[in-house]
């Protein structure tokens, strides 16, 4: 198989063809979705219901061993919505509010008495990669915007559910035959997991732009409630005079409760559904797509109209931290010895010798 980097996709899309399913072996060969690559921008068709989609799911019988745990590796029509939305498929409904936010913060000039803006983010802005896809200057040499992050949302990025393995990954396998379960998930983080770890690495990339202050919080409130403590943070840092600090998130509950703090301003950051309809997208948001699919389902098969399948692993046996740290997936052709293997194999081999890979 071939390992290759997210951002290196591309080179894989450029050569599927005009027209490819994209399937998730884990919901019965589910199609997901069809994507048209034919233009400049690509077309998502025929996009999985949410009826349909609950149809897929693998009815788990309770009286099976570790039946709630397999239950729960099982991605619900949800999560496909999440991907959309962290890959920019989906956009804010209220997308001119933010950039208008975005734009005063550009305009206010410290020098003639006007604030400093900051923006922060709660657990779900985070995994919906909303400074990835919206804040980050999309030129060089523009300024990266002024960021708080909270330590206590890395605090609730850092909790853990375990590994598959054992007598679970065995009870897994069982319920799935002919998946290849352990070839996937063999000592691999669960799914709820592996979603901590796509935000991980969006916090990754808001710490390498280098703009930005940790905050961390003093009050003692009850550990379970991390939104009461990531507002404490961010208002013991807005208090200060000239700073405005915009808080993004997509939780009602915590605007509400951010309302009337100093020098905070909530934004309230909605979407809307998946819908069963076309979706028109930049190749970029695609490519991040299917990295998003490939780790939340293990594994997306893309079947081309020739008759070649092209299987997308976002998790695998033995896949380490390196592999996270620099989201790989591993590719598999089939059959082997296709064109597109061969051309793919040659781009990354220019690529590691220009040490991209």
Not at 118 to 131: I, L, M, S
Not at 306 to 329: A, H, I, M
Request: charged share 30%; hydrophobic share 40%; net charge positive.
């Amino acid at each position: 198989m071939i390992r290759i980097a997210e951002r290196h996709l591309m080179a894989l899309l450029n050569r599927l063809g005009d027209r490819v399913e994209v399937r998730a072996p884990l919901l019965q060969d589910a199609r997901l979705f069809t994507l048209d690559l034919s233009q400049a921008q690509a077309i998502i068709e025929q996009v999985i219901s949410d009826s349909e989609y609950g149809s897929k799911v693998p009815r788990i019988r309770k009286e099976e061993t570790y039946s709630q745990e397999i239950a729960s590796e099982i991605p619900l029509y949800t999560r496909l919505r999440d991907c959309f939305v962290a890959s920019g498929v989906i956009r804010p409904n209220n997308w001119e509010e933010i950039n208008q936010l975005l734009t005063d913060a550009r305009r206010s000039n410290p020098a003639r008495g006007g604030d400093i803006y900051y923006f922060a983010f709660d657990n779900n802005a985070v995994r919906n990669r909303v400074y990835s896809l919206y804040l980050k200057p999309r030129h060089r040499g523009h300024p990266e915007p002024n960021l708080v992050l909270s330590e206590i949302v890395r605090q609730e990025l850092d909790l853990r559910e375990g590994k598959i393995g054992g007598k679970f990954l065995k009870a897994f396998s069982s319920a799935f035959p002919g998946v290849g379960i352990e070839d996937m998930f063999s000592n691999q983080n669960r799914l709820q997991d592996r979603l901590r770890l796509l935000a991980l690495a969006e916090w990754s990339a808001m710490q390498r732009a280098g703009n930005f202050q940790s905050v961390g919080s003093k009050v003692r409130r009850r550990l379970e409630d991390w939104d009461g403590r990531i507002l404490d943070s961010c208002e013991r840092f807005a208090k200060h005079a000239g700073r405005k600090v915009v808080l993004l998130s997509s939780d009602n509950e915590l605007i509400q409760r951010s309302c009337g703090l100093r020098n905070l301003i909530p934004c309230l950051i909605s979407y809307p559904p998946l819908q069963a309809t076309e979706y028109e997208a930049e190749w970029e948001c695609v490519r991040r797509l299917l990295y998003h699919l490939a780790v939340v389902y293990g594994r997306i098969d893309l079947r081309l109209n020739n008759g070649t399948c092209v299987r997308l692993y976002g998790v695998w046996k033995q896949k380490g931290s390196p592999d996270w740290d620099k989201e790989r997936v591993k590719v598999r052709v089939e059959p082997s010895g296709t064109l597109l293997e061969t051309a793919l194999k040659r781009t990354l081999a220019v690529l590691e010798a220009v040490g991209e890979a």
